[in-house]
T-cell receptor, first 110, second 114 residues
Framework: KQEVTQIPAALSVPEGENLVLNCSFT??????LQWFRQDPGKGLTSLLL?????REQTSGRLNASLDKSSGRSTLYIAASQPGDSATYLC?????????FGKGTMLLVSP | KAGVTQTPRYLIKTRGQQVTLSCSPI?????VSWYQQTPGQGLQFLFE???????NKGNFPGRFSGRQFSNSRSEMNVSTLELGDSALYLC?????????????FGSGTQLSVL
C-alpha cells in the first residue's frame, strides 16, 4: 500500500526567501507525482505534474523534481511571496489509485 | 471555460440519513473522481468514473457509491450517515486518463453530520 509523507507539516518564512517542500513515497511504481495548492476551505489547484519518466518540471517560480529510485520529490519555490501562503499537497498516482500526503502548511509573512 | 462545479456548497444532515452530492466537470472532460478530506485522515480517494463506468475505487465501505451520467456529470451518494462522514468532499475532472493526468478540482461540498 502506497504511503506518502510530507515534511515539514508547517513552515513559516519571510517574504523573498527560497524554500523547499519535501514529499516521500514508499512504492516507486508510480505513473506520476503531482503537486497541488489548497487555500483554506477551497479545492485543490494543480501546480505541477511530473511523469514517472521525467526528472523535473518548472512553472514560473516553481520547480518540482522527482527521484523514483529514492521515493522522493521536492517542490522548490523561489522568491516566496505572501500570496504563496497555502497548504501544498503532493499525490502519487499508482495503477488504480491516487495517494495524497497530508500537506505542508506554508505561511509567507511580508 | 467554466470550472468544475460542485453542489451544494454546504450540507447538514443527521445520523442515519442519506445524502447525494453533485459534480459537473469541465466541458469535454470525461473522467470524474471523488475524494474525502478530513483533518485526521487528510485527502483520500473514493472512486473514479469514466464513460458512465466506475473505473477505480478506493478503500471505503459500500455506503459510499456514485454514478456518472452520459453528459459526464457525476453524483456521489452516502447512505446511513455516520458522524465520521463529516468531511469536505471534493470532485475532480480530467480529460480521459483520470488519475494519470492533470486534475481540476471543484471547491467541494462541506458535509456536517450531527
Amino acid at each position: 500500500k502506497q504511503e506518502v509523507t510530507q515534511i515539514p507539516a508547517a513552515l513559516s518564512v519571510p517574504e523573498g526567501e527560497n524554500l523547499v517542500l519535501n514529499c516521500s513515497f514508499t512504492d516507486s511504481a508510480i505513473y506520476n507525482l503531482q503537486w497541488f495548492r489548497q487555500d483554506p476551505g477551497k479545492g485543490l489547484t494543480s501546480l505541477l505534474l511530473i511523469q514517472s519518466s521525467q526528472r523535473e518540471q518548472t512553472s514560473g517560480r516553481l520547480n518540482a523534481s522527482l527521484d523514483k529510485s529514492s521515493g522522493r520529490s521536492t517542490l522548490y519555490i523561489a522568491a516566496s511571496q505572501p500570496g504563496d501562503s497555502a497548504t501544498y499537497l503532493c499525490a502519487a498516482s499508482g495503477y488504480s489509485t491516487l495517494t495524497f500526503g497530508k500537506g505542508t502548511m506554508l505561511l509567507v509573512s511580508p | 471555460k467554466a470550472g468544475v462545479t460542485q453542489t451544494p456548497r454546504y450540507l447538514i444532515k443527521t445520523r442515519g440519513q442519506q445524502v447525494t452530492l453533485s459534480c459537473s466537470p469541465i466541458s469535454g472532460h470525461r473522467s470524474v473522481s471523488w475524494y474525502q478530506q478530513t483533518p485526521g485522515q487528510g485527502l483520500q480517494f473514493l472512486f473514479e468514473y469514466f464513460s458512465e463506468t466506475q473505473r477505480n475505487k478506493g478503500n471505503f465501505p459500500g455506503r459510499f457509491s456514485g454514478r456518472q451520467f452520459s453528459n459526464s456529470r457525476s453524483e456521489m451518494n452516502v447512505s446511513t450517515l455516520e458522524l465520521g462522514d463529516s468531511a469536505l468532499y471534493l470532485c475532480a475532472s480530467s480529460l480521459e486518463q483520470g488519475l494519470r493526468e492533470k486534475l481540476f478540482f471543484g471547491s467541494g461540498t462541506q458535509l456536517s453530520v450531527l
